[in-house]
């Protein structure tokens, strides 16, 4: 580079670099912050997989074409708060021909068995536990 270039360099852009601020400090604090959401989120997801409420299915019966029975095991956490599962009942070919929510109230053991019936558009094959949770929704709510 020739002489007069650098001096309109230095006119332009100064003498030197400014020191004060490296690009060093900025990857730091980019790996601090990125090592906390990191640390966060694990600490979420452990917190939040573990289900307070399971079920497992016992048995079922088909009693109809218009209906199935299924026996379905339920574990709670904690027995003195109410619980709501949802059961499903399949055609032979896995498609879902019939739906059930069920209330599980407050009191009672920690595993309890339940018989629920679950009415089917078509004829079902099979019933199957599609979840449970302590969360009841408002329309399943037993305090209204």
């Known amino acids: 580079m020739n002489a007069a270039k650098k001096s309109i360099q230095k006119e332009r852009y100064g003498e030197t670099r400014n020191q004060k601020f490296s690009g060093k400090i900025v990857v730091v604090i980019l790996a601090v912050v990125l090592a906390a959401t990191l640390a966060y989120a694990v600490s979420q997801f452990m917190r939040n997989s573990e289900a307070d409420v ?42 879902e021909v019939g739906r059930r929510e069920f209330v599980i109230p407050r009191g009672g053991e920690e595993v309890e068995r339940f018989l629920v019936d679950i009415p089917t558009r078509e004829r079902g094959y099979a019933a199957t536990a599609y979840g449970c949770s302590a969360t009841l929704p408002p329309h399943l709510d037993p305090r209204d």
């Not at 199935?68 to 709670?76: E, H, L, P």
Request: glycine fraction near 4%.
């Open 54 to 95: 399971t079920a497992q299915e016992s048995g079922g019966e088909i009693v109809s074409d218009e209906r199935m029975t299924m026996s379905i095991d339920v574990t709670r956490k904690d027995p003195s708060k109410p619980a709501y599962c949802i059961v499903t009942a399949l055609d032979y070919d896995k498609n």
